[in-house]
């Protein structure tokens, strides 16, 4: 039989005790005879140990028949050579450490390998550690589904656009993969080719782990675009290709299974349920969506509020003239509020201050400017020119002080933020 390896790597967080990862997962067009892993987990948090699951499936079957538990020190590979639990399910197969199982005839179908926290190390959430895991399996392809080959639908289209259309389509065929609905919207406009897809089995559906997505969102990661391809091709399989037909009397071929992922990782919003309203009462159903509705353009109209604010003050466009402080000298302090920034003008220059020619004139050692808070106070500026201008200005600034030399009288100018 053909011999086949795996491997993964990641970083993995367990935010409750049932939650697993599918790490590999065969497929379920293949006999599998034998599998092998190796794991290895480093820097864990509030967990001690992790564990190795292995779900054997019957060709069609959505309950694993028999399984294998392997649990190690996440502080390296098995250093306590505890090997394989008991398997579950009441099998009297067992996997010893670093050897593989064995599988009984008839052969099973599938095989999916989990990973899950196991105790020790506290009670605390979530139990995280880096894995690196690798493993091997040997079987059989296309020898329980389609056997006599695939081909593409009758009246099927060999080349097509992706369209939102065609993504509803794949998520209502598949509805745990409705998760991915929102990834697959940058898909459209890609071009699918059902021609060539039909030509072999179905693509084996891709592991997602947190680090597929963007955090805490249904943002794909730029390095993981190819694996959220993969799985939209696998689901898009059942929709346009099908099994070639037996003949000469010969059994008839067995369809392959609609695809199916494990739970979508724990660090990604699930997409909302679906409204379920009364056809005899629709007019309720309407009236929550416009409430929602208006919920959420009060929330964006905040948000541009916001926005706006920010750009006002933060990368203003223009400003505007606002109260105006005329005859100072010496030196003093007013207060401000909201400012933009400042605008200084020396209206009067003693002889003993001569400018440098130039365009503007520039003059040294004529004053500064600061400004502050009643908690203290930032730098300072020198002007050098007539008018001077300061900015940008935090909006947080609440004082302006300066200190002119002998004989200078300044108007200082408050600018201020467009409405």
């Known amino acids: 039989m053909p011999y ?88 009297a197969h067992w996997l010893a450490a670093g050897g593989a199982i064995t599988d009984p005839i008839p052969p099973h179908a599938r095989v999916q390998v989990y990973v899950y926290p196991r105790g020790g190390g506290g009670f605390g959430s ?9 493993g091997a399996w040997s079987g059989e392809l296309g020898s329980i589904y389609c056997s006599y080959g695939t081909r593409l ?4 289209q060999i080349v097509l656009v992706i369209t939102e259309a065609v993504i509803g389509a794949a998520a209502i065929l598949t509805p745990e993969l409705a998760v991915f609905a929102a990834v697959w919207g940058a898909f459209v406009g890609w071009t699918f080719v059902p021609g060539e897809v039909c030509g072999s089995p179905p693509p084996t559906m891709p592991v997602f782990t947190d680090a597929d997505f963007l955090y805490g969102s249904q943002i794909p990661a730029p390095g993981s675009i190819g694996k959220f391809w993969t799985a939209l091709q696998a689901a898009l399989w059942p929709m346009y290709c099908e099994c070639l037909p037996a003949t000469g009397g010969s059994p008839p071929a067995v369809p392959y299974p609609i695809p199916t992922v ?41 948000v541009r509020s916001d926005v706006q604010l920010i750009q006002r003050q933060g990368v203003p466009f223009g400003y505007l003239a606002g109260t105006v402080h005329s005859g ?27 400018p440098i020619a130039g365009d503007p004139l520039t003059y040294h050692q004529v004053g500064k400017i600061s400004i502050g808070t009643a908690d203290g106070w930032t730098r300072s500026w020198q002007p050098t020119h007539s008018p001077y ?5 935090s909006g947080a600034f609440t004082l302006v002080g300066w200190t002119f030399a002998a004989g200078v009288v300044a108007t200082i100018t408050e600018l201020v933020r467009e409405p």
Do not use: M
């Open 262 to 302: 494990p739970a979508p990782p724990s660090g990604i919003p699930l997409p909302p349920a679906p409204i379920v309203c009364d056809a005899n009462d629709i007019c309720t159903t309407l009236n929550g969506i416009v409430g929602q509705l208006r919920v959420l353009s009060a929330q964006v109209s905040y």
């Open 4 to 91: 086949y390896s795996w491997s993964f790597s990641g970083s993995l967080s367990f935010s409750a005790a049932d939650t697993v990862f599918c790490i590999f997962d065969s497929g379920e067009n293949d006999v599998v005879s034998t599998v092998s892993a190796t794991l290895d987990a480093t820097n864990p948090v509030h967990t001690d140990t992790y564990g190795i699951y292995a779900h054997f499936y019957a060709a069609g079957a959505t309950v694993p028949i028999d399984g294998t538990g392997y649990f190690v020190l996440g502080s390296g590979a098995d250093p306590d050579a505890r090997g394989f639990e008991t398997p579950a399910y009441g099998s």
């Open 328 to 354: 100072l000298s010496g030196q003093g302090q007013f207060a401000v509020s909201d400012i933009l920034g400042l605008a200084v003008t020396f209206t009067t220059l003693p002889g003993t201050i001569t």
């Open 153 to 156: 639908q009758a009246g099927q």
């Open 126 to 134: 979530p139990k995280t550690f880096d894995l690196v895991a690798s």
């Open 389 to 393: 201008l300061i900015l940008p200005v």
